[in-house]
């Protein structure tokens, strides 16, 4: 039985085995998917976002205006069936709506830019 040897602690065979080059090639790879997918997520939230911010803000201050406009009643009638909302399927969007995904998207952009930067540092 004393002809056995003894075995190696748990941190000491880990450390071998990241340093294996199978294991770090392994991790480079799921890092570099990792990135890009938050690139991407990154990248398309930016545009949805800068569309849905301005569209929100335009159509905002387009019902402000019309509110604060005073015209004959021939066309106070017609200037009332601007869309205060708009049905997509079974979900209203109406101008805050839009404001206030814009403003999550922009949450989104700089969660996945932290992120990114984060396994920057880790390879």
């Known amino acids: 039985m004393s002809d056995l040897p003894l075995p ?6 880990l450390g071998q085995l990241r340093r294996h080059p199978l294991v770090r090639g392994l991790r480079v790879v799921c890092y570099a998917v990792l990135g890009f997918a938050l ?3 990154e990248l398309v939230a930016e545009l949805l976002a800068s569309f849905l ?3 929100g803000a335009l159509w905002w201050i387009t019902l402000k205006v019309i509110n604060s406009l005073s015209v004959e009643a021939e066309v106070q009638d017609i ?3 601007f869309p205060t909302r708009v ?9 805050t709506d839009l ?12 969660a996945c830019h932290t ?5 920057d540092r880790k390879l």
Do not use: D, K
């Open 8 to 13: 190696t602690t748990l941190g000491t065979s």
């Open 39 to 41: 690139t991407f997520v």
């Open 53 to 55: 911010l301005l569209g």
């Open 79 to 81: 200037l009332r069936y």
């Open 87 to 95: 049905a997509f399927g079974e979900y209203w969007v109406t101008p």
């Open 99 to 110: 404001i206030r995904q814009g403003l999550l998207l922009l949450a989104v952009i700089a």
């Open 115 to 119: 992120l990114n930067r984060l396994i």
